[in-house]
């Protein structure tokens, strides 16, 4: 499974967007990228998957260069409420389903 | 549709003793993986079930061990608790292929206090 590299915190403040970009430099043909927010004390809970080029949903977008050795997760307009951590998984959507590794992630904390 | 369901929320245990986590996945998923967390870190993969047998473990000693029912449903234990042991411990749902595999849908964990 690929490790993944993302800067430990960032600061930002209410109403920037945000962009955390992620290093996944060994990362197979078959593996697709996805990001997720935790909170304190709850279970991370996803917000976007994405396999190559720029993948959007109401939450965020991700943007994945052609080589997917990296992507950027940008957040809109944070909010005081995006203050968490975002983790940054790399694997495929088969047989090793669950098996994924988190790194430390990113604490994101929004300033007022 | 009902989302990951764990239980208890909150636990005491002392040192030496045992402790069985539960689990009920979310509806129409069919694996079940459950990963430890402790204070400051990112969740650590433990194991993983699916069709009732174990389908992959992270590095984790044989005292932690589990079982899925054919609800789906899931149970961790945890023998001779150590107190190094005290994390939350989280439980994820998920399909094994096709469309929203690969991702997990997490409950709110158990959290686990070793004295």
């Known amino acids: 499974l690929a490790k993944t590299t993302q800067p430990i915190s960032m600061d930002s403040y209410e109403g920037q967007e945000v962009n955390i970009t992620c290093s996944h430099n060994?990362?197979?043909?078959?593996?697709?990228i996805t990001w997720y927010q935790q909170f304190p004390s709850q279970g991370p809970r996803f917000i976007i998957q994405g396999y190559k080029t720029k993948v959007t949903n109401e939450v965020a977008s991700l943007f994945i260069p052609a080589d997917r050795k990296s992507s950027t997760l940008s957040l809109p307009r944070v909010s005081l409420s995006d203050t968490a951590v975002y983790y940054c998984l790399v694997g495929n959507g088969s047989s090793n389903t669950g098996k994924l590794i988190f790194g430390q992630g990113t604490t994101l904390q929004v300033k007022p | 549709e009902t989302g990951v369901t764990q239980s208890p929320t909150h636990l005491i245990k002392t040192r030496g003793q045992q402790v069985t986590l539960r689990c009920s996945s979310q509806s129409g998923h069919n694996t079940v993986s459950w990963y430890q967390q402790a204070l400051g870190q990112g969740p650590q993969f433990i194991f993983q079930y699916y069709r009732e047998e174990e389908n992959g473990r992270g590095n984790f000693p044989p005292r932690f061990s589990g079982l899925q029912f054919p609800n789906y449903s899931s149970e961790l234990n945890v023998n001779a608790l150590e107190l190094d042991d005290s994390a939350l411990y989280l439980c994820?749902?998920?399909?094994?292929?096709?469309?929203?595999?690969?991702?997990?849908?997490f409950g709110a964990g158990s959290r686990l206090t070793v004295l």
């Open positions: 994820a749902s998920s399909v094994v292929r096709g469309v929203g595999a690969n991702v997990l849908t």
């Open positions: 060994n990362i197979a043909t078959n593996d697709y």
